[in-house]
């Protein structure tokens, strides 16, 4: 396990991943019967992007400066609320700090809900806890999300949201151990809602990790993905993708308008791209978006 979240706190990833999941989590707090939030892979919960890790890689120029940058004309409402939960924790901390998905699902939550966040890596898993132990209904686990997960579902809730953001050493090529455990969990809960992120490196990989997931035969999979360079650039991580199963209603239309606007902000490159597109069982396609220019 060589990969720490803090070197990549707050880049394009991140702002895409973080954005889409303000929007579900919004989407469970329309019911006032409690949800139960599980994020598989919690890493610390807030990142200082004062520090080293963060100023050596300088990551977050990728996504939160352009975001902070940005022209608001437009703005989907919850790109807004995104940058007032940056502010909020900002202020709360002093600093310059970036919330990672622990944080923005606590802050969602009302008394009635919980948090169950897992973490592998034990120095993580310790700043997670220093962080967040003294949070109502929240409980932090030191634990494997590939065993963790199927022991902890279906929450005595009945609804919620799993996220699930591996850092793909151990998942790269056709993400198949991510399908493997969407397969477990989704047969002990079939109506959760699931958020898988996913990188975009090689687009055959993607092709291949599509077709997994439609093998499982699972109905309701949503893909979404935002492509700051080609997809087959050799240069590294090209876009970011997130899929959800059982999304919320019009969540696929929701995703569009979020990608289609972030799409000039966080690149200019003319082959930048976004989708948002049924993987199985909607008849109906969501309104497809070719490949196009920075220039709309
Ligand atoms: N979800 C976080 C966010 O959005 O703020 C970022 C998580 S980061 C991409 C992935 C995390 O998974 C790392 O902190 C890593 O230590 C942890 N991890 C790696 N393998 C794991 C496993 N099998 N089970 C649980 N956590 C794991």
């Given at each position: 396990m060589n990969y720490r979240h803090h070197f990549h706190a707050g880049n394009f990833a991140d702002v895409v991943k973080h954005v889409l999941l303000l929007g579900l989590l919004d989407s469970l707090r329309r019911k006032d019967t409690p949800f139960c939030y599980i994020d598989t892979?919690?890493?610390?919960?807030?990142?200082?992007?004062?520090?080293?890790a963060a100023q050596r890689t300088l990551e977050f120029k990728t996504g939160l400066s352009r975001i902070k940058a940005?022209?608001?004309?437009?703005?989907?409402a919850l790109v807004n609320d995104y940058q007032k939960a940056v502010t909020a924790l900002q202020a709360e901390r002093g600093g310059f700090w970036y919330p990672g998905s622990p944080w923005l699902a606590l802050q969602a939550m009302r008394p009635q809900d919980r948090a169950v966040l897992m973490e592998l890596h034990p120095e993580d898993a310790g700043t997670l806890r220093q962080f967040?132990?003294?949070?109502?209904n929240t409980s932090i686990h030191e634990r494997n999300a590939y065993e963790g997960l199927a022991a902890l579902i279906?929450?005595?809730?009945?609804r919620g949201l799993v996220l699930i953001d591996p850092?793909?050493?151990?998942?790269?090529?056709?993400?198949a151990p991510v399908v493997e455990l969407l397969k477990k969990a989704h047969s002990k809960w079939p109506t959760g809602m699931y958020a898988i992120w996913f990188p975009i490196k090689d687009h055959h990989a993607i092709t291949r990790f599509y077709r997994r997931l439609r093998n499982t035969?699972?109905?309701?999979i949503l893909t979404t993905e935002l492509c700051?360079?080609?997809?087959?650039?050799?240069?590294?991580?090209?876009g970011t993708g997130m899929i959800i199963v059982n999304?919320?209603?019009?969540f696929a239309e929701t995703a569009l308008d979020i990608l289609k606007w972030l799409k000039p902000v966080l690149s200019e490159h003319a082959q930048s791209s976004y989708k948002v597109e049924w993987l199985?069982?909607?008849a109906a396609p969501v309104k497809k978006v070719p490949v196009d220019k920075f220039a709309e």
């Open positions: 892979h919690a890493g610390i919960g807030i990142y200082d992007l004062g520090a080293s940005a022209d608001a004309t437009g703005m989907p967040f132990s003294r949070r109502d279906p929450p005595k809730e009945k850092p793909y050493e151990e998942e790269r090529d056709d993400y035969g699972i109905p309701k700051v360079l080609p997809p087959d650039n050799q240069l590294g991580l090209n999304p919320p209603w019009q199985n069982g909607e």
